[in-house]
């Protein structure tokens, strides 16, 4: 678990490989913009508007933590060949401290 400062939380890719990702807790970013920040292959192509599914990503633990999805991202997932129950867009999420220990499975 992270320290009240830092909220860390593991990455893997669709090749399977992982790595953890431990950032400041004031950073005010989604999720999204840290993974491509992080350099992963993540589109994005509307910018984080919920828009386009192409920051699709799946919540591997801790989906439970994180807030309810809003109609819109929901309406979006729905279009997904590949959505899951526990998929995501990763721009609607915001980095805090319930992201702590999850793991995000990249969908791209």
Same mark, same amino acid.
Request: net charge negative; glycine share 6%.
């Given at each position: 678990?992270?320290?009240?400062?830092?909220?860390?939380?593991?990455?893997?890719?669709?090749?399977?490989?992982?790595?953890?990702?431990?950032?400041?807790?004031?950073?005010?970013?989604?999720?999204? %913009?840290?993974?491509?920040?992080?350099?992963?292959?993540?589109?994005?192509?509307?910018?984080?508007?919920?828009?386009?599914?192409?920051?699709?990503?799946?919540?591997?633990?801790?989906? %439970?933590?994180?807030?309810?999805?809003?109609?819109?991202?929901?309406d979006m997932i729905d279009t997904l060949p590949n959505a899951a129950a526990n998929s995501?867009?990763?721009?609607?999420?915001?980095?805090?401290?319930?992201?702590?220990?999850?793991?995000?499975?990249?969908?791209?």
């Open positions: 678990m992270a320290d009240k400062d830092t909220i860390s939380f593991d990455v893997q890719s669709s090749t399977g490989d992982v790595q953890r990702l431990e950032l400041p807790d004031n950073i005010n970013l989604s999720l999204m %913009e840290v993974l491509k920040a992080s350099e992963y292959p993540i589109p994005a192509t509307c910018g984080g508007m919920a828009l386009c599914a192409t920051c699709h990503v799946e919540i591997l633990k801790g989906v %439970e933590n994180l807030s309810t999805p809003s109609d819109t991202e929901l995501r867009l990763a721009c609607q999420i915001r980095l805090d401290h319930r992201l702590d220990d999850a793991v995000i499975l990249l969908k791209g």
